[in-house]
T-cell receptor, first 113, second 114 residues
Framework: GENVEQHPSTLSVQEGDSAVIKCTYSDSASNYFPWYKQELGKGPQLIIDIRSNVGEKKDQRIAVTLNKTAKHFSLHITETQPEDSAVYFCAASNPNTGNQFYFGTGTSLTVIP | DGGITQSPKYLFRKEGQNVTLSCEQNLNHDAMYWYRQDPGQGLRLIYYSQIVNDFQKGDIAEGYSVSREKKESFPLTVTSAQKNPTAFYLC?????????????FGSGTRLTVV
């Protein structure tokens, strides 16, 4: 089955700096990669996703890049703000498993004012 | 407002008791999922259901049971056979019929065994 690894597990950045979180996956058939943000005591919320037919996608201060050959994808947050502090999860799914996602272990991001 | 509702937010269980966690959605989503979240381990799939009256085991189904009698509802029962039930439980839903799309998650239930 699919195995998703996520790094780093914790990340601290100064307000205004950029943050990068990286994930790798094992199943070359995986073709959909969402990212979720989870605030303390709440459920995860989808913040951005990318499909395997594109290499990069941006939404304001958030971007995701995908390297299918190397089987890794990354979340980039620019101009970080204190409200970006949360746990971020990557995930992967492929058509062979319907819409079942395999999640990374999460990255706890702290933005220091 | 459409959304997915989990209740209760906090639940305490004595050892040896079964407890049922509620999950209701009004998004008209076909698929529903239950995940368990433990510190440092991410989200692990317990059960999922693509259509009414059908469900499949996930990676850690032992000690849990589910039902899907209505499209809107997917309750999870944590049985006394679950050896370490203290965790944060998340329910999610998606429009599985439209292909791979992101989940909508509920706000979770924190279960503690006392």
């Amino acid at each position: 089955g699919e195995n998703v690894e996520q790094h780093p597990s914790t990340l601290s950045v100064q307000e205004g700096d950029s943050a990068v979180i990286k994930c790798t996956y094992s199943d070359s058939a995986s073709n959909y990669f969402p990212w979720y943000k989870q605030e303390l005591g709440k459920g995860p919320q989808l913040i951005i996703d990318i499909r395997s037919n594109v290499g990069e996608k941006k939404d304001q201060r958030i971007a995701v890049t995908l390297n299918k050959t190397a089987k890794h994808f990354s979340l980039h947050i620019t101009e970080t703000q204190p409200e970006d502090s949360a746990v971020y999860f990557c995930a992967a799914s492929n058509p062979n498993t319907g819409n079942q996602f395999y999640f990374g272990t999460g990255t706890s991001l702290t933005v220091i004012p | 407002d459409g959304g997915i509702t989990q209740s209760p937010k906090y639940l305490f269980r004595k050892e040896g008791q079964n407890v049922t966690l509620s999950c209701e959605q009004n998004l008209n989503h076909d698929a529903m999922y239950w995940y368990r979240q433990d510190p440092g381990q991410g989200l692990r799939l317990i059960y999922y259901s693509q259509i009414v009256n059908d469900f499949q085991k996930g990676d850690i189904a032992e000690g849990y049971s589910v039902s899907r009698e209505k499209k809107e509802s997917f309750p999870l029962t944590v049985t006394s056979a679950q050896k370490n039930p203290t965790a944060f439980y998340l329910c999610a839903s998606s429009m599985a019929s439209t292909g791979q799309v992101g989940y909508t998650f509920g706000s979770g239930t924190r279960l503690t065994v006392v």
